[in-house]
């Protein structure tokens, strides 16, 4: 199967769209940088080229009160996920933005649809269940972290 791939942004909500913009390129260039070898980087560079910008809330690397937008990086991190992020020096080195690539097992519900009930711990248990999540990767822990991020993606709005 041949994927296909879009690089993600998160943002903080305060940025115009034209800023947010800038701090997604910084954190594109990041990315560049560390992963330009990578095999998903050279297609999307390459071929598939298209970016999603998401409204990450706010941003705060106070530890006690991380910012949305902090948080969702740990998250992704968390998945193992190639990840950039870029701290913007004129406000504060606060985190302005950071990307990831994610390929269509995870935004495109025509070829891979979702599964068909609500997913629940019993859900989780049935062979329908494992059929579906087997759609994505023979490999349990590459198919949950997809499941994962379709399902925590679609918790963002466009920025």
């Not at 800023?19 to 980087?41: C, F, M, P, W």
């Not at 609500?118 to 590459?142: H, L, M, Q």
Request: glycine fraction near 6%; charge should be positive.
């Amino acid at each position: 199967m041949k994927l296909e791939y879009r690089m993600y942004f998160f943002v903080p909500y305060q940025l115009t769209g034209i800023q947010g913009g800038i701090q997604s390129l910084h954190a594109s260039t990041v990315y560049a940088r560390e992963y330009r070898k990578n095999k998903d980087y050279k297609q999307w560079e390459t071929k598939d080229f298209t970016v999603i910008v998401l409204n990450g809330g706010t941003t705060n690397t106070n530890k006690k009160r991380l910012g949305t937008l902090n948080v969702a990086l740990d998250t992704i991190r968390s998945l193992d996920v190639k990840t950039a992020d870029f701290y913007e020096p004129d406000l504060g080195d606060q985190l302005t933005s950071f990307c990831f690539l994610v390929d269509n097992r995870v935004w495109d519900k025509k070829m891979f649809p979702d599964f068909k009930f609500p997913i629940t711990p019993e859900a989780e248990k049935t062979k329908e269940y494992n059929v579906w999540r087997k759609t994505f990767s023979g490999d349990k822990k590459e198919a949950n972290k997809i499941i994962f991020l379709r399902n925590y993606l679609k918790n963002f709005k466009l920025a």
